[in-house]
């Protein structure tokens, strides 16, 4: 069962948390979808689409990060509250390859 909070993050309304990112893949990959999954990242006010490279976790305050190769910025980090899955509600991303 899938709780609150990553149904928001798989419907691109929510931060994308490693959870539900996690999740996405995995319902990609039983579903038999190869194609990589397109993220939208806000970084310095400027909204870019990207595919997530890697996932990191800090045990500090700021949590759970993605480095998510963009159109915009090339290779960089970004915090999960500023990563959302492009999931067909209006994202910029939608039908990029």
């Known amino acids: 069962m ?12 929510g931060p994308l948390t490693h959870r ?10 039983l579903a038999g979808q190869a194609d990589p999954l397109r993220v939208q990242i806000r970084k310095q006010g400027v909204t870019s689409c990207g595919c997530v490279a890697k996932m990191h976790e800090t045990f500090t305050s700021s949590g759970e990060f993605y480095q998510v190769e963009t159109e915009v910025f090339g290779l960089v980090w970004v915090e999960s509250r500023n990563v959302r899955l492009c999931s067909g509600l209006g994202c910029t991303c939608e039908g990029a390859q």
């Not at 149904?7 to 309304?13: P, S």
């Not at 539900?20 to 990959?29: D, E, I, L, M, N």
């Open 20 to 29: 539900a990112y996690t999740s996405a893949v995995c319902q990609r990959y």
């Open 2 to 13: 899938i709780n609150g909070q990553i149904q928001d993050a798989l419907t691109g309304e």
